[in-house]
Nanobody
Framework: QVQLVESGGGLVQAGDSLRLSCGAS????????MGWFRQAPGKERDFVAG????????NYADSVKGRFTISRDNAKNTMSLQMNSLKPEDTAVYYC??????????????????WGQGTQVTVSS
């Protein structure tokens, strides 16, 4: 069993920064990758950023490249998303996810097996 818990969401103004964290517990040794997704009202859940658990290679959605940074601490079983220069269009519920199986890529939600409950990020203009 795996549990993921997000924290760090909130209400900020455009241009501000926010840091999201995801704590993992349970069978974390089975992780191949972790990622952040977001879902705005009435929209699909979209990929934001991902990181390989071994090696630490990262990838980002084009909309957040250069503004967001994903990182992980294997020893502490945590993952973070540093979000800078936030825009109103970044407003969404942000979800932490973990993949328990190998895949050449982790850009889509169906690659992930475990999900957190989500944390709201609201960026006002």
């Amino acid at each position: 069993q795996v549990q993921l818990v997000e924290s760090g969401g909130g209400l900020v103004q455009a241009g501000d920064s926010l840091r999201l964290s995801c704590g993992a517990s349970g069978r974390t040794y089975i992780f191949y990758a972790m990622g952040w997704f977001r879902q705005a009202p009435g929209k699909e859940r979209d990929f934001v950023a991902g990181i390989r658990w071994s090696g630490g290679s990262t990838n980002y959605a084009d909309s957040v490249k250069g503004r967001f940074t994903i990182s992980r601490d294997n020893a502490k079983n945590t993952m973070s998303l540093q979000m800078n220069s936030l825009k109103p269009e970044d407003t969404a519920v942000y979800y932490c996810a973990a993949a328990g199986t190998y895949s050449p890529s982790y850009y889509t939600s169906n690659k992930y097996d475990y999900w957190g409950q989500g944390t709201q990020v609201t960026v006002s203009s």
